[in-house]
């Protein structure tokens, strides 16, 4: 028998080939994974999952490194968050120079205080999506900030659609529409886990509501068996600005009180965007 090294050239291209074929006929995996390692879900499964996730997460508490937009400006540092369902949640934006609050914002469920210590203002008014953006110029329900911070986002209510398998990344390409608009999701779901990867979605009139991108998934504190992504991107087409956010560390389904979300105005602080009164 002749040594593996003096085999020849037609004969190695002949094997070749037949290799190529096999995995082929087997769909074993190349550049790409193949079949689904399950049974194909559908986009009730879909929906039905996330619901069931959301249900599971009501309340988390992060410290985190955000590159996001204060007052105007690019900045990127340690912020301090919380939230609870119920349209209930707090930042601080902590000094890089010394740990010192940049500013302060907070939602109780009704109303939201936004206190600029940089600028020494106040701002206050109803919570809505409109508070978020007033922190991180992005507008985001409180409620629907908790879910895409955790991995889970909303899904279109009464939303039908398809659901596609993305064999070479191993993905779940899942596309939904309902009255209310259209949504896109990229799903990890091997090994039962159901990582969102990204997510967007467009309002009946087809504009972008809001986007995100998740990476690093990890269990945490208080998750149980879902995993939750340490690393987010969101993105508000709206105001042309996204929020990109590392937790460092990360608490699901925390003990916190409604008092924990609210704020105490010092008075007379001027109210923030308004110009003083001008001298006598």
């Known amino acids: 028998m002749r040594p593996p090294a003096l085999l020849s050239n037609a004969h190695m291209t002949r094997s ?28 009730k499964t879909v929906t039905e999952k996330l619901g069931a ?19 105007g400006q690019r900045a990127k540092g340690e912020v301090l ?25 907070a939602c109780d469920g009704t109303n939201f205080v936004y206190m600029d210590m940089q600028n020494n203002c106040v701002l ?29 986002p909303p899904t279109l209510a009464g939303a039908t659609g398809t659901v596609t398998w993305d ?6 390409r899942v596309e939904l529409k309902s009255a209310e608009g259209s949504q896109k999701l990229t799903i990890d779901a091997r090994e039962n886990r159901w990582d969102v990867l990204d997510s967007e979605l467009k309002g009946a009139d087809g504009k972008v509501r809001w986007s995100v991108a998740n990476t690093n998934f990890e269990k945490v504190e208080g998750s149980g068996d879902r995993r939750v992504p340490k690393k987010s991107q969101f993105k508000s087409p709206t105001n042309s600005q996204d929020l990109l ?36």
Not at 272 to 278: F, I, M, R, T, V
Request: charge should be negative; hydrophobic fraction near 40%.
């Open 167 to 172: 064999g070479s990344k191993g993905y779940e």
């Open 53 to 71: 996730a959301r249900t599971a997460m009501t309340s988390f508490r992060g410290d985190s490194t955000m590159d996001y937009w204060l007052n």
């Open 245 to 280: 956010v590392q937790w460092d560390s990360l608490e699901v389904n925390v003990q916190l009180q409604p008092a924990q979300f609210q704020m105490q105005v010092p008075e007379g602080l001027p109210t923030c965007g308004q110009k003083p009164p001008s001298n006598p």
């Open 81 to 105: 968050v919380m939230g609870k369902l119920g349209k209930m949640v707090r930042f601080a934006a902590l000094s890089p120079a010394g740990g010192a609050t940049l500013a302060e914002m």
């Open 124 to 152: 206050t008014g109803p919570c809505d999506a409109r508070s978020i953006a007033t922190f991180f110029n992005i507008e985001l329900e409180p409620d629907d900030f908790l879910h895409l911070a955790l991995g889970t």
């Open 16 to 43: 070749f080939v037949a290799a190529a074929l096999l995995v082929m006929a087997c769909g074993c995996p190349g550049n790409g994974v193949g079949q689904r390692p399950y049974a194909a879900p559908t986009d």
